[in-house]
């Protein structure tokens, strides 16, 4: 019954390749998220989708793309993984997104190594 | 532009003590505040938040946070601290738009 979850919990890879993060909410909330938490546990945000549209586009390189094939799922993909990209990666959800602040639900965070 | 500010990276406290974790942030508006906690190789729990009306709010576990604004803080409080409150804390701002703007973190240690 878990809220958010993200799959896989670690991954650990080469640099160049190309890896995709999963992210799913059974709370029927509209608005799902990335943030990246670096080496030092700074939390950035780095994407926002509310219903399957984009929403937060921070300044994030183009080889990360994130993907909402319906409300309920928001799946991260990187190309041409860089060293730079080890990280946590932590997918959130809120119920309506839009302007007004909403309490955000994390998923238990998918630890990224890249070699 | 927002910004939190925990000036404590590191809090070592007694078992059965209290404890007072310090944030600090920067917004021109009336900010929505927040706690979270990450345990070690876990996600981030909700702890508690502050919207609006009564600026002392009560969270899960144990812990109160009281909003000050004339000195811009969100400090955190537990009376009495247990063994498994060792953790990272994490305060936040909204930063408008449902965009979370977080601090650094503070890692609480707690001795027995």
């Known amino acids: 019954d878990t809220a958010v979850s993200q799959t896989p919990k670690y991954l650990v890879t080469q640099m160049g390749n190309d890896k995709s993060i999963k992210c799913e909410q059974n709370l029927g909330h509209d608005t799902m998220y990335w943030y990246k938490q670096d080496s030092k546990k700074f939390l950035k945000i780095m994407f926002s989708y509310n219903n399957k549209e984009l929403i937060i586009n921070e300044t994030v390189p183009n080889r990360f793309s994130p993907k909402s094939p319906d409300k309920a799922h928001l799946n991260l993909h990187i190309n041409s993984l860089e060293l730079g990209d080890s990280a946590v990666y932590f997918c959130a959800s809120s119920p309506l997104g839009g302007g007004r602040q909403e309490t955000q639900y994390f998923g238990p965070g998918t630890r990224l190594l890249v070699l | 532009a927002q910004s939190v500010t925990q000036p404590d990276i590191h809090i070592t406290v007694s078992e059965g003590a209290s404890l007072e974790l310090r944030c600090n942030y920067s917004y021109g508006a009336t900010p929505y505040l927040f706690w979270y906690v990450q345990s070690p190789g876990q996600g981030l729990q909700l702890l508690l938040k502050y919207f609006s009306g009564d600026t002392l709010v009560q969270g899960i576990k144990g812990f109160e946070a009281e909003f000050k604004r004339s000195q811009s803080s969100f400090n955190l409080r537990k009376p009495s601290v247990h063994w498994s409150d060792a953790a990272e804390y994490f305060c936040?701002?909204?930063?408008?738009?449902?965009?979370?703007?977080f601090g650094a973190g503070t890692i609480l240690r707690v001795k027995s």
């Open positions: 936040a701002v909204g930063a408008g738009g449902n965009k979370l703007v």
